[in-house]
């Protein structure tokens, strides 16, 4: 999707909060890059809606603050499928 540099800053941050996803996540549902949701997430929206940046940036910071936690938790459920498929055979 096209969208108008002045319009996409509010539509990213509306859906990130709305969801409360990550940037990776809203970048796929947008179909743009996680480069492009951070820059105007954190810039572009600070100019256009300084409230709005204030939610999102909320929720920025939890993300980050849950990140190890993510990523154990993945690396968890990868090494709990190789031995699932290693006790298949």
């Given at each position: 999707m096209i969208y108008d540099n002045d319009e996409r800053p509010k539509l990213l941050a509306a859906y990130m909060i709305e969801h409360q996803c990550t940037v990776r996540a809203a970048a796929g549902a947008f179909g743009v890059s996680?480069?492009?949701?951070?820059?105007?997430?954190?810039?572009?929206?600070?100019?256009?809606?300084?409230?709005?940046?204030?939610?999102?940036?909320?929720?920025?910071?939890?993300n980050k603050s849950e990140r190890h936690l993510r990523g154990g938790n993945a690396t968890k459920l990868?090494?709990?499928?190789?031995?699932?498929?290693?006790y298949q055979k």
């Open positions: 996680k480069s492009t949701v951070h820059k105007d997430i954190t810039c572009r929206l600070k100019r256009l809606d300084p409230a709005l940046c204030a939610q999102v940036n909320a929720l920025l910071m939890k990868k090494y709990e499928r190789q031995n699932e498929q290693k």
